[in-house]
């Protein structure tokens, strides 16, 4: 099992950057396919990026693609989600999540393990 606790969100312009984070306890995080996913206000929680286990594979949702980039680091049991040229759609609850798939998933129901969520508002 593993838990998960993410960081980096807050209030940002449109068009700037936010680097949010998500660390791992445990020492099996290097099994887990990590996502992204978010949820903007009444809307249900929708893909954003998904990388594998070795973090040599990434998936983007066609709204981010371009301009937010997934990376991992095993050794320090940390996710990342570099988000670039932010819009105000962007808007919502950023969740990372851990899956045991084999190779990475778009799919919300693969993954086990989620996060507590941050809050990303982007101002037009």
């Known amino acids: 099992q593993v838990q998960l606790v993410e960081s980096g969100g807050g209030l940002v312009q449109a068009g700037g950057s936010l680097r949010l984070s998500c660390v791992a306890s445990?020492?099996?995080?290097?099994?887990?396919?990590m996502g992204w996913f978010r949820q903007a206000p009444v809307k249900e929680r929708e893909f954003v990026a998904t990388?594998?286990?070795?973090?040599?594979?990434?998936l983007y949702a066609d709204s981010v693609k371009g301009r937010f980039t997934i990376s991992r680091d095993n050794a320090k049991n940390t996710v990342s989600l570099q988000m670039n040229s932010l819009k105000p759609e962007d808007t919502a609850i950023y969740y990372c999540?851990?899956?045991?798939?084999?190779?990475?998933?778009?799919?919300?129901?693969?993954?086990?393990?989620w996060g507590q969520g941050t809050q990303v508002t982007v101002s037009s």
């Open positions: 990388i594998n286990r070795s973090g040599s594979s990434t």
């Open positions: 445990g020492r099996t995080f290097s099994m887990y396919v």
């Open positions: 999540a851990g899956s045991l798939r084999a190779t990475g998933t778009y799919r919300k129901g693969d993954y086990a393990y």
